[in-house]
């Protein structure tokens, strides 16, 4: 083999370490003011970093946790704990469906079988165009207006499975 082939590992190009940006260090550190107990700010904290990227990758515990004087454990727990807080990619929009026991008795079956088909995912998929992710959410505090879902930070009230189209259209 003629060594012009050999590609030697100090010449690939190093990944680089995972970094918190300026703005999101600000925000958070804008968002520690408002308490006391600085690990009252996880939870915003983790938002901030989510409302950035669309997400929370690991990486970014520890450099959160040590900003709110967490040990990354914890805050691990919090955020596997808040079914808000993504941990993993998800689309542009996300469905999240409301599976207490009001919406239950109010149409939540065929909600969810509803969305299940014109999406053609399940519950922790996201669509192939990256348009919707669909996840399960517990009461969404509007039980009087079952069946309901929130897509983003829209909530939706009296959903039915005929009613879906007119729904999901707003959200490119
Ligand atoms: S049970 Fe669905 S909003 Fe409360």
């Known amino acids: 083999m003629s060594t012009a082939n050999i590609i030697k590992l100090a010449d690939l190009p190093k990944a680089q370490p995972f970094v918190l940006s300026d703005v999101e260090r600000h925000e958070i550190e804008h968002e520690l003011t408002h308490y006391p107990d600085s690990r009252a700010a996880s939870i915003g904290a983790l938002k901030i970093v989510q409302q950035h990227r669309g997400w929370v990758p690991d990486e970014a515990i520890p450099l959160i946790a040590e900003m709110i004087g967490m040990s990354a454990a914890e805050l691990d727990g919090v955020a596997t704990f808040y079914s808000l807080i993504y941990r993993r990619p998800v689309g542009r929009h996300v469905i999240k469906v409301c599976d207490s026991i009001s919406c239950f008795l109010t149409g939540?079956?065929?909600?969810?079988?509803?969305?299940?088909?014109?999406?053609?995912?399940?519950?922790?998929?996201?669509?192939?165009?990256?348009?919707?992710?669909?996840?399960?959410?517990?009461c969404l505090g509007a039980c009087d207006r079952g069946a309901t879902l929130m897509i983003d930070d829209d909530l939706h009230g009296n959903v039915t499975p005929q009613g879906l189209d007119r729904i999901l259209e707003a959200y490119k």
Do not use: H, M, S, W
Not at 117 to 126: D, E, S
């Open 108 to 138: 939540y079956d065929a909600v969810r079988q509803g969305l299940e088909q014109k999406l053609g995912i399940q519950y922790g998929q996201t669509t192939a165009d990256g348009r919707f992710t669909l996840l399960p959410i517990c």
